[in-house]
């Protein structure tokens, strides 16, 4: 596709919004070649009707495929654009539903633009649930894509071993339990187990973000983690999981600290460290918490363990007081460094 044509797309994608002026449209232009191989395989595009919260979940023989197919904004909606892919239908999918479009007037919209729609897979969804989907005439096969409206989701997948592959996603993901993230997790295991990408696998991706925006982006995306390369990309991806989760048990932590509630921050340290076992920092963070909150009888033991496996640990302490993260106390300096010994 060429930049002019590129450009006259968007125009005409972007115009679907009364609200929208010609500089805006112009300055949305991507100036960068297309990929002119496929770059994703399957995904699942999803919205979990209880919590509000969307995502997008992917895997590829590609490499590094997250930065190209999965797109989410909390409070307006999430997009996965894959086959011989267009990346611009992320981010202009995400405009036109921030601008009002519902995800099919949306995808409607990008699609009549786009010369090379026969070429394109994509899904989207919005932040009230609508959703739609595109399957070009022309994807390599085995493809196709399964919409569900009642539970919020779209499956599809491409250059497949075979049209079982998104049908196992579909039903792996109406039976899985759990958060978002975990039923995504389920549906792209469904997929490589009824065979997968038919030139195997490469990387993966997923992203969740939250019902509605708080205007700090960096507190809106629950997930947003990648495997750029690596033979098994979906066993990657779950332990990546599992080590967010556990900083985020961690952060949660902190903040019951922080509200005096040290019961529950007992239960979420506790629950962090059954996540991330082999992560030291977890335990070394929750010492200093407690520390720093008068509990050092509880910081105590702690610490002993933390510096029993990694006593370098030990060397950071003085160093934590300078931002006040630990008191200018020597004496309790010299009891948490003891535990080194």
């Excluded at 009824?194 to 997930?223: C, H, N, Y």
């Excluded at 509200?259 to 629950?271: L, N, S, V």
Aim: charged share 25%; hydrophobic share 45%.
């Amino acid at each position: 596709m060429s930049k002019r044509t590129l450009r006259a797309s968007l125009v005409a994608a972007l115009a679907v919004s009364a609200c929208v002026t010609r500089p805006e449209v112009e300055s949305a232009r991507l100036g960068a070649p297309q990929p002119r191989r496929p770059v994703a395989t399957y995904s699942i595009v999803a919205r979990d009707p209880q919590t509000g919260e969307m995502g997008v979940a992917v895997q590829s023989h590609w490499f590094s495929v997250g930065p190209i197919v999965p797109w989410a904004e909390a409070g307006v909606g999430a997009v996965a654009t894959q086959s011989l892919v267009d990346p611009a239908y992320g981010p202009l999918g995400l405009e036109l539903m921030r601008l009002g479009r519902s995800a099919p007037d949306a995808l409607r919209g990008l699609l009549e633009s786009d010369e090379g729609r026969a070429l394109r897979q994509v899904a989207m969804i919005d932040a009230q649930g609508r959703i739609a989907a595109h399957t070009g005439a022309r994807c390599i096969p085995e493809a196709g894509n399964i919409i569900n409206a009642d539970r919020q989701f779209s499956v599809q997948a491409n250059l497949m071993v075979s049209g079982d592959v998104w049908r196992a996603m579909d039903q792996a993901f109406r039976a899985a339990t759990g958060d978002l993230a975990s039923r995504m997790l389920a549906a792209l295991d469904a997929a490589e187990a009824a065979g997968g990408d038919i030139r195997g696998r490469q990387s993966a991706a997923l992203i969740v973000v939250a019902a509605e925006s708080t205007g700090k982006p960096w507190l809106d995306r629950t997930f947003d983690l990648r495997v750029e390369d690596h033979p098994q990309p979906l066993l990657e991806l779950r332990r990546l999981v599992k080590i967010q989760r556990a900083y985020q048990r961690m952060n949660a932590g902190d903040l019951a600290m922080e509200a005096g509630d040290m019961e529950k921050a007992a239960r979420e340290y506790a629950a962090a460290q059954e996540f991330a076992p082999q992560i030291v920092e977890i335990p070394f963070w929750h010492a200093v918490t407690l520390a720093s909150g008068g509990k050092v009888e509880e910081a105590l033991p702690l610490f002993k363990q933390v510096f029993a496996r990694e006593p370098k640990w030990a060397e950071l302490v003085p160093k934590l007081v300078k931002p006040g993260l630990l008191p200018d106390d020597a004496k309790l300096l010299e009891r948490i460094q003891a535990q080194r010994e």
